[in-house]
């Protein structure tokens, strides 16, 4: 599918992903070994010349999020010594994405930090998906491609039975990506109005739109604890909504007991994609995990033969 002077590599955040990636594209996967030093320093090889390649290196930096970080920088120097022609760095899920500005004083902009950093060892362009602050593109100075699996979940749900079906926004912040889902699915949008408390913890305060006798989709692009969107399903719930529900988000984080919040009856379906790896024990039989294989394939195709990859973007 490819000229021969490209070569796939992945960390171990999700190595199935990068395989099915690196089959597409017919290249199989780069040799690389990782290992955790006796004192936890993370050891990296890479076991085959690089020399004059256009490198890609496929990585999401999710939970163990600063070990997956540290194997992206160290595999990208590694690269880069090796006299690799061009590195692209593919993070499928870009970790620390939710830091990205200062809600307080005295507190880092810890996306920068890791934008920084990137920079720093020598990746020359970017892929990312469905980043949490589309502005964080200004922490680059390098090419950056951000791609979306929205669409993927769209087609995925113009299959299914959407009658009396409505969008639900989380938050108000959510609420340009709901109307997104709601334009091209041809169905009503309602919207929560939360008020954060903490980092961690948020109050449901309002609510637009009519959700009586509705079957609600409710729509984040992350999943961490569950937390958010199970308390939106509840509040649906109160509102009159039919118990019959779907949710769905592009990164399933599916933090601690996460799986287990989000396995109720009156929840339906549980739509996630693959730019996270999701181990089986994590599965729940209301889950479906769509892949963005095809999609980051098509990309790295598209940046390799230097030809235009705006017709993957989609949604912004
Ligand atoms: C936050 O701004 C994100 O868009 C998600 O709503 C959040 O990450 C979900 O986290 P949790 O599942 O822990 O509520």
Redesign the pocket.
């Known amino acids: 599918m490819v000229n021969g002077d490209i070569k796939i590599f992945s960390g171990l955040a999700n190595n199935p992903l990068a395989a099915e990636i690196a089959d597409l594209l017919g290249t199989g996967l780069g040799d690389v070994s990782i290992e955790d030093a006796p004192d936890t320093e993370t050891l990296v090889m890479v076991n085959e010349s690089v020399r004059g390649c256009d490198v890609y290196v496929v990585q999401p930096t999710s939970a163990p999020v600063n070990d997956n970080l540290m194997q992206l920088l160290l595999i990208v120097d590694a690269l880069r010594r090796a006299s690799a022609k061009r590195i692209t760095a593919v993070i499928p899920y870009f970790g620390y994405s939710?830091q990205e500005r200062m809600a307080h004083g005295r507190e880092p902009i810890s996306a920068k930090v890791v934008a920084d950093m990137l920079q720093a060892v020598g990746v020359n362009r970017i892929i990312l998906t469905d980043i949490?602050a589309p502005a964080m593109q200004g922490f680059f100075n390098i090419p950056m491609e951000t791609l979306s699996a929205v669409p993927l979940i769209i087609d995925y749900l113009k299959q299914q039975d959407l009658s009396d079906s409505v969008i639900v926004a989380?938050?108000v912040?959510?609420a340009k990506l709901a109307e997104q889902y709601a334009e091209r699915l041809g169905v009503p949008l309602a919207l929560i109005h939360k008020a954060r408390e903490s980092a961690?913890t948020?109050r449901i305060v309002g609510m637009i739109g009519d959700l009586e006798g509705k079957s609600p989709i409710i729509i984040?692009?992350?999943?961490?604890?569950?937390?958010?969107?199970?308390?939106t399903a509840h509040a649906v719930l109160n509102a009159g909504a039919r118990p019959r529900l779907r949710l769905a988000?592009v990164?399933g984080?599916l933090?601690g007991s996460?799986p287990d919040r989000l396995n109720l009856d009156f929840i339906q379906e549980v739509l996630l994609t693959d730019t996270v790896h999701i181990p089986a024990e994590k599965h729940t039989p209301n889950m479906t995990i769509l892949s963005v294989a095809q999609l980051f394939a098509e990309a790295i195709h598209r940046v390799h033969n230097e030809t235009s990859v705006s017709g993957l973007y989609l949604l912004t």
Request: hydrophobic share 35%; charged share 25%.
């Open positions: 939710r949490h989380p938050d912040g959510r961690t948020a984040d692009d992350i999943i961490t604890t569950g937390g958010t969107i199970v308390e988000a990164h984080l933090a996460a």
